[in-house]
């Protein structure tokens, strides 16, 4: 914080101004942030309200709140969508579209934040922005990456890339998501093929097989070969919500204007 920011403080009491100080690095917090600088929970719930009635946080939802720079404490403020998705639950990743915004390679950013959770969660909106929560038992594949000086947690190049070709409509649609995939700029074989093994998924590797047919990825001739000997005796659909045809290398319907979408 500069000068001038400091000085806005001085509207707070000592104590809010130590609880303000170490949250502001935070960018956004929870209840247990405002904790363990107090050590007291009673405590803690009346400097949250002070702390909101003065304009230095903002409710995002029960029990998370956005910490508002000194400057904007008079005006409208917009946390980080990521930031806010990290601290909504303990055990999550952020995943889909949202995943490759955050690796950088999506092609289009929505308004829209996809969290992938171990136990259903309610999804909601916060200043235009919807926070979409996802359940799976596949609970793997994660890294933590530095968003504005925080941590937070995603899927990894390899199983955003399995979840986004299992999921596509989380994943901005067929569209976006071959355009976004062409700026991968290289994948852990080894590592996909492992992830592909944990989903136990015919379809999977079908669907994998044909989207590698048209990214701009150098895939390695065993790969290739790796999931073609996946190939099941069922046929699947790339994308149900299309009129499709069907394409014998990887036993797929696979949309009729394909190419013209990427």
Not at 185 to 193: G, Q, R
Request: net charge positive; hydrophobic share 30%.
């Amino acid at each position: 914080m500069n000068e001038k920011e400091v000085n806005k403080l001085e509207a707070l009491s000592p104590t809010e101004q130590r609880v303000y100080s170490k949250l502001f690095s935070k960018r956004v917090i929870n209840t247990e942030d405002v904790k363990e600088i107090l050590g007291d929970p009673h405590k803690s719930a009346d400097y949250i309200t002070n702390l909101r009635e003065k304009g230095y946080l903002k409710k995002v939802r029960r029990g998370v709140y956005a910490v508002v720079p000194p400057n904007l404490v008079e005006g409208d403020f917009n946390p980080d969508k990521f930031l806010v998705a990290g601290k909504l639950k303990d055990d999550y990743y952020i995943s889909y579209h949202s995943a490759l915004e955050l690796h950088g390679v999506a092609q289009s950013t929505y308004n829209t934040v996809w969290i992938t959770t171990k136990k259903p969660a309610d999804s909601f909106n916060y200043k235009s922005i919807s926070y979409r929560f996802v359940f799976t038992k596949y609970y793997f594949g994660l890294r933590d990456i530095n968003r504005k000086g925080v941590r937070v947690t995603v899927s990894d190049r390899e199983k955003t890339f399995l979840d986004c070709v299992r999921r596509i409509k989380y994943s901005g649609g067929l569209e976006e998501l071959i355009k976004s995939l062409h700026n991968f700029p290289d994948l852990n074989w080894e590592k996909l093929l492992d992830y592909l093994g944990k989903f136990e998924e015919n379809s999977l590797y079908q669907k994998t097989g044909f989207v590698l047919d048209n990214v701009d990825l150098k895939v390695p001739k065993q790969v290739t070969e790796k999931l073609q000997k996946e190939v099941g005796n069922k046929t699947y659909y790339l994308d149900r919500d299309r009129e499709s045809s069907y394409l014998e290398k990887w036993n797929l319907m696979v949309p009729n204007n394909f190419e013209e979408l990427v």
